[in-house]
């Protein structure tokens, strides 16, 4: 199998229009399209969400996949996927890559390449009705709501049994939820007493429903977000970095990341599957 070779100019990276590869295979034809099918939930915020005037897809991950696209000279053609779903899609050639706040791990490169975009990490927040509640410690014994999708219960978890067993309290207990929103509205309810989510999302979420939530402490856990990417799809591998590179060299990529109020989680360099 034959691919065409990547040409770099000072602007970013262009993809060759004429070809993408030649092959019978189901990943060789999906490669010769004019477009980059792209997974996506529009569910979290600021990075991806749906514009409430507008019903139109906007959000940091957005934007970064729109620049992509145009430094590829390729169509983005984003697919609403469920966020449990978005990797075999990926495998299966439904769709050419996830941008969708992944999480970059260990067995989700047993399926993927990940090519990292943006440093975060899962933060404990509360109502400021709960005056009881003032420090990450105060909700050992408590219930804390989650994405059950995500791998923030398994953080949960490690961070109560490194910090709440010590200390001769009771652990944390994970709830699990749809989403962010769902845990949200849990906690509102009196459900649970603190939620955790992705410290990106957070300030977002206190500006839009304010003097609701307060943060407890900072993010317990590194994470690195990726973009995941077919590992046999080594040409568009090759290009997305390529793109983001030249992005952060010519200040697009900090420009985009500012615009969401997401800059502190800002990559120097872009790399794969550095994620644990």
């Not at 970013?12 to 590869?21: C, D, K």
């Not at 399926?111 to 410690?137: C, R, W």
């Not at 490194?162 to 207990?173: E, H, L």
Request: glycine content about 10%; proline content about 4%; charged content about 20%.
């Amino acid at each position: 199998m034959k691919k065409t070779l990547l040409s770099l100019v000072a602007a970013g990276v262009l993809i060759n229009t004429a070809v993408w590869s030649q092959g019978a295979s189901a990943a060789d034809a999906l490669r010769q399209k004019d477009e980059i099918k792209v997974a996506m939930m529009p569910n979290y915020p600021p990075l991806e969400f749906k514009d409430p005037a507008t019903d139109q897809l906007t959000g940091m991950d957005y934007d970064l996949g729109m620049e992509i696209g145009k430094r590829l000279n390729r169509k983005i053609s984003w697919q609403e996927i469920g966020f449990e779903q978005m990797v075999n899609a990926v495998a299966t050639h439904r769709v050419d890559m996830i941008l969708s706040g992944m999480t970059d791990t260990k067995p989700r490169q047993e399926i993927a390449t990940f090519v990292d975009y943006y440093n975060s990490g899962p933060q404990f927040y509360t109502t400021v009705a709960h005056k009881e509640i003032n420090t990450m410690l105060d909700l050992c014994g408590k219930k804390v709501g989650t994405s059950r999708r995500t791998t923030f219960p398994a953080e949960i978890a490690a961070w109560s049994a490194a910090n709440c067993t010590p200390a001769g309290k009771p652990a944390v207990v994970v709830v699990g939820a749809e989403g962010t929103a769902d845990a949200r509205t849990q906690l509102r309810q009196g459900r649970i007493e603190g939620v955790v989510q992705g410290s990106e999302t957070l300030p977002y979420i206190m500006n839009l429903e304010k003097d609701t939530y307060k943060p407890l402490g900072k993010a317990f856990a590194y994470q690195v977000t990726g973009i995941g990417i077919s590992k046999d799809d080594t040409a568009l591998i090759d290009g997305v970095k390529g793109a983001l590179t030249a992005m952060i060299a010519d200040g697009t990529y900090l420009k985009i990341l500012t615009k969401w109020g997401l800059q502190d989680g800002a990559i120097q360099e872009v790399t794969l599957n550095k994620g644990k």
